[in-house]
């Protein structure tokens, strides 16, 4: 078969299909499972490009020297600059490639703010989109092809990134009632009607497919990428196990691997991030093995933040995935601590850096909390304000109870655990942590209850029975990995391309190095980079 373009791997590597098509390349997709959407399907589906017409449509003022102003300050010169200006200058057009060519309809995540929004050229407001509920009968039968969340509400609730925040205060805000029963109406009336509404990554998936589909690009499902041809040292086409039988597909622009990272490839993981890790600690895609990596070494590709993730705080709970932890380490009423009950971190900080701080700790590390505590949060996704903690967490040494604080240290050995909350309980009464200043940012704020004041984040411990619940640093995928340029060309080691083979999303290394600068920053630095390969590809951009 000949093509000019091979896109390997269904997340987002589909805007960079739609974008190569739309720019009058023919395309493939191979996808090595028979699901597309990979992690993007898994995720919360927002993406993270400031400047885009979405965001100006809805009213957010911002500039593009802010925006540079802020990279420039969060990337701390840990990644050429030519690879974030790309998203930069290059994403707003892939937003606009998304809209043209999907039937997705798309809303502002109002006030999620950047993750470090005190920083120079920051965003309190927030600078991310989210896409709406999707039909995803929409799909025909390829609706059976989108990959199965982990994750699912025990009702048909299309929960958006934008409505997670007031669910999670169903027990604390009438805004948490209404926003459930409007979800509920939503999810129960469209099955009345014969419409299935999903949201988050699942609606951004099934949408990028939609219009796949529409532009007639074929998808290969269950064809796993076995080698890269190379002639005269450019990348010419690949080698796809499909039915059995190796295929080679001659890609006269180019090749990009889209595959997604090595979430669950333990000996990567144990070689360049920690032999702590265990993979079932991911939320992202199970059949992120990692493959692409050492094909793109072998033909010369360079590696790139091999050791970091998008790292995000979670319950090593028995299941296909653990329980994330996310609003939960904002509220009021619970604190971190190490093995000798201290705390050591900002629990309400953005997950990835949460995460970072989390893998320099020796395992376990615990999340303590109180009676108040679990009488009003839902906890770790799953379980509801009242509801007691599964017996399967206490069966499997993952969560401990007492009566008092005292007797729960003694439990679980954390001697200083007493001390601890005694302090934590003083400075919460003030209303400030003057020692991990919880609560300072508006980071911290967004996920806090707004019925508690003067900082929403801060409250005491003090109401028994007390609880503690291991915390260990989950992820949403690996991202490390191919180094690549500004216009996701691959690298050498000595700085050199390799013609004709680009790399995007978790396959590549992270464009913005150690740092998760806002909510939806890696499926943005997919999209943008997708768009950018392809543009690339097609001669529509130079070097």
């Known amino acids: 078969m000949d093509v000019d373009f091979v896109v390997v791997g269904s997340g987002t590597g589909m805007l960079a299909a739609l974008a190569a098509a739309e720019a009058g390349m023919s395309v493939l997709i191979v996808e090595k499972s028979r699901y597309f959407g990979g992690s993007t399907a898994l995720s919360g589906g927002g993406f ?144 009345a009607i014969r419409r299935e509404y999903v949201a988050g990554g699942g609606a951004l998936a099934a949408g990028l497919f939609a219009g796949v589909r529409a532009a007639k690009i074929p998808v290969w499902f269950e064809s796993a990428l076995k080698d890269l041809v190379i002639e005269d040292g450019r990348v010419t086409g690949v080698v796809v196990t499909r039915e059995g039988q190796d295929e080679t597909v001659r890609a006269a622009r180019g090749v ?173 009464a003030a209303g400030r942590d003057d020692d991990f200043h919880r609560g300072d940012s508006a980071y911290d704020r967004y996920y806090g209850d707004p019925t508690i004041g003067p900082n929403p984040c801060l409250g005491p411990l003090d109401q028994g029975p007390f609880y503690a619940v291991q915390v260990v640093p989950g992820d949403l995928g690996t991202c490390g990995g191919i180094r690549a340029d500004g216009f996701a060309r691959a690298l050498r080691p000595d700085g050199s391309v390799i013609e004709g083979l680009y790399a995007t999303g978790n396959a590549a290394g992270n464009a913005f190095g150690r740092v998760y600068p806002g909510p939806g920053a890696t499926i943005g630095q997919g999209l943008s980079f997708g768009y950018t390969a392809a543009r690339h590809a097609a001669g529509k951009l130079a070097a």
Request: charged content about 20%.
């Open 48 to 191: 993270w490009v400031p400047g885009n017409a979405l965001l100006r449509a809805a009213g957010v003022a911002d500039s593009p020297a802010r925006a540079r102003e802020y990279l420039t300050t969060v990337t701390a010169g840990e990644t050429p600059e030519e690879r974030w200006r790309t998203h930069l200058e290059h994403g707003p057009a892939a937003v606009d490639v998304l809209r043209r060519r999907t039937p997705l309809r798309f809303q502002w995540m109002t006030g999620y703010a950047d993750y470090f929004p005190e920083l120079p050229g920051g965003s309190a407001a927030g600078r991310a989109m989210e896409p709406k509920p999707f039909d995803v009968r929409r799909l025909g039968a390829d609706r059976a092809r989108l990959r199965p969340a982990a994750l699912a509400a025990p009702f048909p609730m299309p929960v958006t990134g934008r409505t997670y925040k007031w669910l999670n205060l169903v027990a604390r805000h009438p805004r948490g009632i209404v926003t459930g029963a409007r979800l509920l109406g939503l999810g129960l009336g469209g099955l």
């Open 256 to 428: 990009l691997l889209s595959a997604g990272g090595f979430d669950r490839n333990r000996t990567l993981r144990h070689e360049h991030q920690s032999p702590q890790l265990d993979t079932d600690w991911c939320l992202g895609n199970p059949e992120n093995t990692g493959d692409v990596i050492p094909i793109a070494q072998a033909a010369g590709a360079d590696l790139a933040f091999m050791n970091e993730a998008w790292w995000f705080p979670a319950v090593p709970v028995p299941g296909p995935v653990p329980g994330p932890l996310l609003a939960e380490r904002s509220l009021p009423g619970q604190i971190i601590v190490d093995q000798r009950g201290r705390r050591f971190m900002n629990e309400a900080v953005n997950y990835m850096t949460a995460g970072q701080i989390l893998i320099q700790q020796q395992l376990p590390v615990w999340m303590v909390f109180d009676q108040r505590y679990r009488n009003r949060y839902v906890f770790a996704g799953s379980v509801f304000p009242r509801q007691p903690l599964p017996r399967a967490w206490y069966d499997a040494g993952l969560a401990a109870k007492a009566p008092t604080l005292a007797e729960l240290a003694e439990q679980l050995g954390l001697t200083e655990l007493p001390a601890t909350v005694e302090r934590f309980n003083t400075q919460a």
